[in-house]
């Protein structure tokens, strides 16, 4: 009986923290408070598409986090390109199917082959990044959380299928957000559509054969502000053409969606079993191994300076800094998202010496030419600044906010 009130207890806090609206005047205060980090955004016409979400953790006595969030500029309906954070509810789904088709001798670690069958897909044999030298489910989603690479979602995406992707979503409650196209080859229309046959090995041994899928589903883009942007662009013949830039047929990931992503991978025990992934804990442990590690950890897949660098993927805190000293006692869990002057990142930041945890997911945007596609953003000089700066300030905060219980974060370690 005790349990059953416990469980109960756990779901009621949780929920009621779903309803909470978040306070809209703390992060403007702190912002304001530091016009020497903050000015040119504060300033700035649009203030730099800026959305901030904020959230404090306190634990209880049986260590269950307690959440309080704070926003800026939150707007679901002000659209911003979410780039590569889209991967990370793609990775979660793709192990989901996995456990869901429970097929003897398939797993994270099966050769996985990938053909064609549509115009404009591409073959996979090989990948020398890996242990084998084969492509794999594992060592795709080690290549997304190390480094977001591009084709590594691709292929998740075409395992999962952009139905079953979208149908997952809706599942969750991330009604906003529709992932519907793959990233870095201009994908669209029916290609979009089309998902490749994908072959499963265990050495020789075929183990498993997902089709070719086709979705003819449609779904409509929730946001309604800020679909048209700027005042030109390069098409894809490098082409200026003047008018603005349209982002309605792309993928749509709101700030809230991306944090409760994250709060729902890494505080599984704050919801509802019936609304929890379906994962193993061998998947949260992976998942969570490979999202903290700093690329230059990896053995394989390797990854060397200068090309990459322990901050290459992480935001807030660091600004993707090459040069970042990086604390020893500090992780980062986190997705970023980089791409048409926007950089996004949605993160749970961890000191294991302090017992600081809190969740940051932030987006700011730079185009000041208002052309796009022409590879003139101002990433270095303020997007990632801000994102640095931000995560920092609100660090130290937290370093001094009190709390009654002391965390025990030895899951995450």
């Given at each position: 009986m005790k349990k059953l009130l416990?469980?109960?207890?756990?779901?009621?806090?949780?929920?009621?923290?779903?309803?909470?609206?978040?306070?809209?005047?703390?992060?403007?205060?702190?912002?304001e408070s530091h016009p020497e980090l903050f000015a040119g955004i504060l300033k700035h016409p649009t203030q730099n598409e800026v959305q901030i979400l904020y959230t404090q953790i306190d634990r209880d006595e049986h260590n269950i986090?307690?959440?309080?969030?704070?926003?800026?500029?939150?707007?679901?309906?002000?659209?911003?390109?979410?780039?590569?954070?889209?991967?990370?509810?793609?990775?979660?789904?793709?192990l989901e199917k996995l456990n869901e088709l429970k097929i003897k001798g398939l797993s994270r670690q099966s050769s996985m082959i990938t053909d064609s069958s549509f115009a404009g897909q591409t073959k996979v044999t090989r990948d020398t990044s890996s242990k084998t030298g084969l492509p794999s489910l594992e060592n795709y989603m080690k290549k997304i959380l190390l480094v977001s690479d591009n084709d590594a979602y691709n292929r998740l995406?075409?395992?999962?299928?952009?139905?079953?992707?979208?149908?997952?979503?809706?599942?969750?409650?991330?009604?906003?957000?529709?992932?519907?196209?793959?990233?870095?080859?201009?994908?669209?229309?029916?290609?979009?559509r089309h998902t490749n046959p994908i072959r499963f090995y265990n050495g020789d041994k075929l183990i498993?054969?997902?089709?070719?899928?086709?979705?003819n589903n449609d779904y409509p883009m929730a946001a309604t502000d800020n679909l048209q942007q700027g005042k030109g662009y390069l098409d894809r013949n490098d082409k200026l053409v003047m008018g603005p830039f349209d982002f309605s047929n792309m993928n749509n990931y709101p700030l809230a969606d991306q944090q409760m992503v994250l709060r729902r991978l890494l505080f599984p025990e704050t919801f509802p079993k019936n609304e929890r992934f379906n994962l193993t804990d061998n998947d949260y442990r992976f998942i969570y191994k490979y999202m903290s590690m700093y690329p230059t950890e990896s053995k394989k897949p390797t990854y060397n300076r200068p090309d990459y660098f322990p901050a290459y993927c992480k935001f807030?805190?660091?600004?993707?800094?090459?040069?970042?000293?990086?604390?020893p006692d500090i992780r980062i869990f986190n997705k970023v998202g980089d791409?048409?002057?926007?950089?996004?990142?949605?993160?749970?930041?961890?000191?294991?010496?302090?017992?600081?945890?809190?969740?940051?997911?932030?987006?700011?945007?730079s185009n000041e030419d208002g052309i796009y596609n022409d590879n003139k953003y101002e990433y270095t000089t303020v997007c990632l600044p801000f994102l640095k700066n931000l995560a920092q300030v609100i660090y130290q905060y937290e370093l001094t906010r009190p709390k009654k219980n002391e965390p025990n974060l030895s899951r995450y370690k």
């Amino acid at each position: 009986m005790k349990k059953l009130l416990f469980a109960t207890f756990i779901m009621f806090a949780s929920l009621n923290s779903f309803a909470q609206q978040p306070d809209t005047l703390f992060l403007k205060n702190m912002l304001e408070s530091h016009p020497e980090l903050f000015a040119g955004i504060l300033k700035h016409p649009t203030q730099n598409e800026v959305q901030i979400l904020y959230t404090q953790i306190d634990r209880d006595e049986h260590n269950i986090p307690h959440f309080k969030s704070y926003s800026y500029r939150l707007n679901p309906k002000r659209y911003f390109y979410p780039a590569s954070t889209v991967k990370l509810p793609t990775l979660i789904f793709a192990l989901e199917k996995l456990n869901e088709l429970k097929i003897k001798g398939l797993s994270r670690q099966s050769s996985m082959i990938t053909d064609s069958s549509f115009a404009g897909q591409t073959k996979v044999t090989r990948d020398t990044s890996s242990k084998t030298g084969l492509p794999s489910l594992e060592n795709y989603m080690k290549k997304i959380l190390l480094v977001s690479d591009n084709d590594a979602y691709n292929r998740l995406y075409e395992f999962v299928g952009r139905e079953e992707i979208n149908q997952k979503l809706k599942k969750y409650g991330l009604t906003q957000t529709r992932i519907v196209g793959r990233l870095a080859i201009g994908d669209g229309g029916d290609r979009a559509r089309h998902t490749n046959p994908i072959r499963f090995y265990n050495g020789d041994k075929l183990i498993y054969t997902k089709p070719e899928l086709i979705d003819n589903n449609d779904y409509p883009m929730a946001a309604t502000d800020n679909l048209q942007q700027g005042k030109g662009y390069l098409d894809r013949n490098d082409k200026l053409v003047m008018g603005p830039f349209d982002f309605s047929n792309m993928n749509n990931y709101p700030l809230a969606d991306q944090q409760m992503v994250l709060r729902r991978l890494l505080f599984p025990e704050t919801f509802p079993k019936n609304e929890r992934f379906n994962l193993t804990d061998n998947d949260y442990r992976f998942i969570y191994k490979y999202m903290s590690m700093y690329p230059t950890e990896s053995k394989k897949p390797t990854y060397n300076r200068p090309d990459y660098f322990p901050a290459y993927c992480k935001f807030l805190f660091y600004g993707g800094d090459s040069s970042a000293v990086i604390n020893p006692d500090i992780r980062i869990f986190n997705k970023v998202g980089d791409s048409y002057g926007y950089d996004i990142d949605n993160a749970c930041i961890v000191n294991f010496k302090t017992k600081t945890e809190f969740l940051l997911s932030a987006v700011v945007q730079s185009n000041e030419d208002g052309i796009y596609n022409d590879n003139k953003y101002e990433y270095t000089t303020v997007c990632l600044p801000f994102l640095k700066n931000l995560a920092q300030v609100i660090y130290q905060y937290e370093l001094t906010r009190p709390k009654k219980n002391e965390p025990n974060l030895s899951r995450y370690k």
